[in-house]
């Protein structure tokens, strides 16, 4: 009785330890403050330079999230963002991603203004994709939380974009 009810207790663990959040093919990671609760499984950069080269050396897209912490849309987006399984996965196979709370001095990373959360994708050619942009004329990188599946969609629009054009 004693050895089934522990069987059963180790399946019940098993099963809680599956379901959830993402968890990265390489085991779970020690969450970062880089990620700023945006996704603490994700490999974050440090600075924009960092993310650029990581970008090149690994042949992958890059994805700038302009962010502030007291801002509501940005607290908004982040909590969405962070528990959307999808979104994570794929940042963490096919992104370098980096998340910064002030602007960088590449003015082509504010092509239409310096608003708050922005979202920009750059090759590892280090162009910017000002192609790649959300369902707004008038910030065409912000995103709302509603708007997380068409996130996905420019994602995968950049990883397109990278086989097609390298």
């Not at 000002?130 to 995968?156: C, F, H």
């Amino acid at each position: 009785m004693i050895k089934a009810a522990l069987s059963l207790l180790l399946v019940l663990m098993a099963v809680c330890a599956t379901t959830g959040k993402y968890m990265p093919k390489s085991g779970r990671r020690v969450p970062q403050t880089l990620s700023r609760g945006w996704g603490d499984q994700l490999v974050w950069a440090q600075t924009y330079e960092e993310a650029l080269y990581w970008s090149r050396s690994r042949n992958k897209p890059l994805m700038v999230l302009f962010h502030l912490e007291d801002c509501p849309h940005s607290q908004a987006l982040k909590k969405v963002f962070a528990e959307d399984n999808e979104l994570q996965k794929i940042l963490d196979e096919d992104f370098v991603v980096i998340n910064l709370m002030y602007e960088t001095t590449d003015k082509h990373l504010s092509p239409d203004g310096q608003y708050v959360p922005r979202i920009i994708f750059v090759d590892p050619a280090m162009t910017v994709r000002a192609d790649i942009v959300g369902r707004y004329a008038n910030r065409m990188y912000a995103y709302e939380p509603t708007d997380i599946k068409l996130l996905i969609s420019n994602m995968q629009k950049a990883k397109k974009l990278l086989k097609s054009e390298l």
